[in-house]
């Protein structure tokens, strides 16, 4: 059984805008601001908004633009968009100017990026607009600076685990496996492989989720429930339990496309008292899943 809910000790920003822009009010172009439209574990959908004024009588065309994305100072994507707006004589536009960078493209780049945690990624957008002014097309320059916030893998926890006890020395297992999404982004999660062990004893195995969306900032929790009977240790494990030395072990991998992130969790069990059980935080509706890459 899976639920979702908020993770609230995560912030949720992917990016901040330099303080200053790349141009001034008394240039033809002005960098306004630089933000992240869209992301994933491996692609980052930027947009530079600009202010584009014409001092002049005559109306401006613009037609197309050149466009650099830098990374940590590395050329990490370029394009050429077709525009076509004018711009009327002694006025101004703003706009929007969009460019994507997709830095990784194996587990080796994505689990370095990954490793940056909390460390900005200074990002530059910058290029120049072709502005028609009377039939001579001019190159006006342009550039924002920035920093992003890398990808993170997500981290496999513990929410609770519970002991029951049934008629005939049987006994029960129900571990709470929270899977948390620490991106300001939909996390696409292909499957959660667990084993669980019980007092060194193997009692479940398999797969915890297939193909799930782990919403931005929030935790996915997956149940995982074992019974063991008189044939399968379960007043053994009964008296470890009432001795207070009883423990369990959780391990297993979360497949993510490019990589597995493994996860080894482990902790003590007894009975809850009468009256007590798990509460989940309150459920939040997931987005409807759609086919999508990392």
Request: aromatic content about 4%; charged content about 20%; glycine content about 12%.
């Amino acid at each position: 059984m899976k639920r979702i809910f908020v993770s609230l000790a995560l912030a949720t920003g992917c990016a901040s805008a330099a303080p200053k822009p790349g141009g001034g009010p008394n240039d033809p172009v002005e960098a306004l601001a630089l933000t992240v439209t869209d992301q994933t574990l491996t692609r980052f959908d930027l947009a530079t908004k600009l202010r584009i004024s014409n001092p002049t009588a005559a109306p401006w065309s613009l037609q197309a633009a050149d466009v650099e994305v830098w990374l940590d100072g590395v050329l990490s994507g370029s394009s050429h968009p077709t525009l076509g707006q004018a711009i009327p004589p002694n006025g101004s536009i703003e706009l929007d100017i969009p460019a994507t960078s997709e830095p990784i493209h194996d587990e080796a780049s994505l689990r370095a990026w990954a490793a940056r945690a909390d460390r900005p990624v200074p990002v530059l957008m910058k290029g120049a607009l072709q502005i028609d002014e009377g039939g001579a097309i001019r190159d006006v320059p342009f550039g924002r600076a920035g920093e992003l916030r890398a990808p993170r893998l997500p981290l496999a926890k513990i929410d609770d685990a519970e002991l029951a006890r049934y008629d005939g020395g049987e006994l029960g297992l129900a571990i709470f496996l929270g899977v948390e999404n620490q991106n300001g982004f939909v996390l696409h999660v292909k499957s959660v492989t667990y084993h669980a062990t019980l007092g060194g004893r193997l009692v479940s195995e398999g797969v915890a989720s297939t193909g799930d969306r782990v919403p931005a900032s929030q935790t996915a929790e997956y149940e995982i429930d074992a019974r063991m009977g008189k044939d399968s240790g379960g007043p053994e494990l009964t008296k470890l339990a009432d001795a207070g030395g009883l423990t369990f072990t959780l391990d297993g991998t979360i497949d993510v496309g490019l990589t597995l992130v493994p996860f080894h969790l482990t902790g003590p069990l007894s009975f809850e008292k009468k009256g007590k059980g798990h509460h989940a935080a309150p459920k939040v509706a997931a987005p409807p899943a759609e086919e999508s890459g990392s």
